[in-house]
């Protein structure tokens, strides 16, 4: 990047620019927005249910009619996996919402008290870290029921740990340095420097590694599914129609690949698209670009 | 060093307490209570058994008759396979969980930390763009795709090993392929990673300045430290290998401790729910500390202290 057009931008225009300068970072953003409209508004304009049952088309092969096949129910698989990975998306933004919050307000409060509560707050970090969090995921599921917004608040309740720790070294970085100083010496209360000053910083760091959070918040929910513990079908997650897809790949593979393929381009996208997010904010890859 | 392990030891009960108290409390609620049989039995025969197991008694007193056990390491037997301890359950689920997570750990250094050296030591090139592209292909799979995929190959087309079960020495192979590969992904791309910013540091100048050969700079000197972050993913992700991965364990129906586990929770089996949970925690502290010690061994900069 030319130094005179950097004078001229402001932080985030830059990191914007530096991001969409790698073309894959482009089209994975692209690719997403592609496939977040067409699962919001994909199976409103099918003319399908995704629940629709049709016995008479028993796992036909794609063609004009459904362009995806259908499921040895004779469902439509196009509408299906749309249906699917809007209840997949929603719990991967649910879910990482969840552990944002959960992260940054525990984080903000060890980082902000600091001393002997900060090391305590930390130490209780460092604990749960040892935790076997699927085994407690799975027993939520089976003790409340399968219910969608369990799911989400279950894993979203689990990954907030990385989350707490990236936000309280940011405010330990932050509450010290002269802007903070300068707000407390023209009168700043306490909760006008947290909301105005110390969030606005933190926020950041937090959207990247949530970023980087939502994929792997996906996978646990598909698994969740794929064990019959998550999304009950008909209801129809990525994780649910792998499960029906590997039940029956002997006979349709392609009921496998399909949603396989879904899953695994939305999980490269969202990865590549973290990964450039951390590499347009991160200082260290400015001298690069 | 001392006063190091200690501090760990202390935590790792901590944690052990807790995870007993937490799975103790949520398996107690989960509906269909603990004692269920195949046939109708008269209330009082549900009574001795609720009475045999110790049930009636109150919550508090059956959490600490629970910690007792598992203090002196009297392990209570399982509700649902009457007549065995939890401890031979875990005994006969664990080898197969360990043998396929120890051989998917191996294949996956095996493929992941050559492709990611490879990768940094020939940066931008071909081979440093295309092993890249292999991992994020890899991180991007999910096992849950990948299993079947494998199995489908294989185990129906080629029919080399079966497709599920646990009776053939072979069978290991498939399961233990699908983690490898999915693990080998990380592995690689942190290989990548901490061996370009390694051989990017002074040391290594010094190295190359005073003469030593261009193997002895990379195998001597930048490995040792840059495995520091692959040991760091190893630690956690070890103790996730040996005691089975829930997905993989579904898709090639192995009868290792991920599928026990699932079954216990949903059949209200609480003595095998909490004795798993526990196992897996122990498991996880004593690889966490495993790692700390070796991290300490390889970099002279990290001093364990409490």
């Known amino acids: 990047m030319s130094t005179t057009a950097a004078e001229s931008l402001s932080p985030s225009q830059a990191a914007w620019r530096r991001l969409m300068r790698h073309r894959l970072n482009a089209w994975a953003l692209w690719f997403l927005v592609a496939l977040i409209l067409l699962c919001v508004f994909g199976p409103a304009l099918s003319p399908y249910d995704q629940a629709q049952q049709n ?11 459904h362009w995806l096949g259908t499921d040895p129910l004779g469902r439509d698989m196009l509408t299906r996996i ?40 930390m130490r209780v970090v460092d604990i749960l870290y040892a935790f076997p969090f699927i085994n407690f995921v799975i027993l939520l599921m089976v003790v409340f029921g399968r219910h969608f917004w369990l799911i989400f608040v279950a894993i979203g309740a689990v990954e907030w740990l990385t989350m707490a720790r990236v936000v309280r070294g940011q405010v330990l970085a932050l509450k010290n340095l002269e802007f903070v100083t300068a707000a407390r010496a023209s009168g700043a209360g306490f909760w006008h420097i947290v909301w105005k000053h110390l969030l606005p910083n933190v926020m950041g760091p937090v959207i990247i590694y949530a970023s980087l959070t939502v994929p792997g918040v996906m996978l646990l929910e598909a698994a969740l599914s794929f064990l019959g513990l998550g999304i009950q079908p008909p209801d129809a997650s990525w994780g649910v129609l792998i499960r029906e897809g590997a039940n029956a790949m002997e006979t349709y593979p392609w009921l496998l690949l399909y949603p396989g393929i879904f899953f695994s ?25 | 060093m001392i006063r190091f392990l200690l501090s760990r030891l202390i935590q790792g009960i901590v944690v052990i307490l807790a995870v007993i108290t937490i799975t103790f409390t949520l398996s107690e609620m989960v509906p269909g209570g603990a004692i269920r049989n195949e046939r109708n039995v008269s209330a009082e025969t549900k009574k001795a058994q609720e009475e045999y197991f110790g049930l009636d008694k109150p919550w508090i007193t059956r959490l600490g008759l629970t910690i007792k056990h598992y203090a002196t390491l009297d392990l209570p037997d399982s509700y649902h396979y009457k007549g065995r301890g939890v401890d031979e359950i875990i005994a006969s689920g664990f080898p197969v969980s360990a043998t396929v997570g120890l051989a998917g750990l191996l294949i996956a250094l095996v493929i992941g930390v050559p492709l990611g050296a490879i990768a940094a030591l020939r940066p931008d090139t071909f081979e440093d763009r295309g092993s890249t ?22 185990g129906l087309k080629l029919r080399w090993f079966n497709v599920a079960g646990w009776f053939d020495t072979s069978d290991w192979v498939l399961p233990a392929l699908t983690l490898g590969i999915i693990y080998s992904a990380y592995i690689a791309r942190l290989t990548r990673g901490s061996l370009r910013e390694t051989l990017a540091q002074e040391f290594i100048r010094t190295a190359r300045a005073k003469g030593a050969g261009e193997a002895s700079v990379v195998f001597l000197h930048a490995m040792k430290l840059a495995c520091l972050p692959v040991l760091n993913f190893l630690g956690p992700a070890a103790a996730g ?48 500390l495993l790692v700390d010690i070796l991290q300490a061994a390889l970099n002279p900069r990290i001093r364990l202290h409490a």
Request: net charge negative.
């Open chain 1, 55 to 65: 016995l008479e088309l028993k796992a036909s092969d794609p063609g004009m009619q």
């Open chain 1, 82 to 121: 749309l249906h699917g990975g809007r209840v997949s998306l929603e719990v991967g933004l649910l879910a990482t919402a969840v552990a944002a919050v959960i992260g940054v307000v525990y984080g903000m409060v060890s980082g902000l008290a600091g001393g002997r509560v900060d090391a305590a707050m």
């Open chain 1, 265 to 289: 381009a939305t999980l490269l996208a969202l990865n590549l698209l973290g990964d450039g997010l951390r590499d347009a904010f991160d200082p260290k890859s400015m001298a690069r670009c």
């Open chain 2, 241 to 288: 290998l040996l005691t089975g991965s829930f997905i993989v364990e579904t898709v090639f129906q192995l009868p290792g401790l991920g599928q026990f586990f699932i079954a216990a929770a949903t059949n209200g089996d609480h003595q095998l729910t909490i004795a798993i949970s526990t196992f897996y925690a122990a498991l996880i502290v004593g690889f966490n």
């Open chain 2, 133 to 154: 592209l292999a991992a994020t292909l890899g991180i991007c799979t999910p096992s849950m795709v990948l299993g079947p995929l494998i199995a489908m190959f294989f």
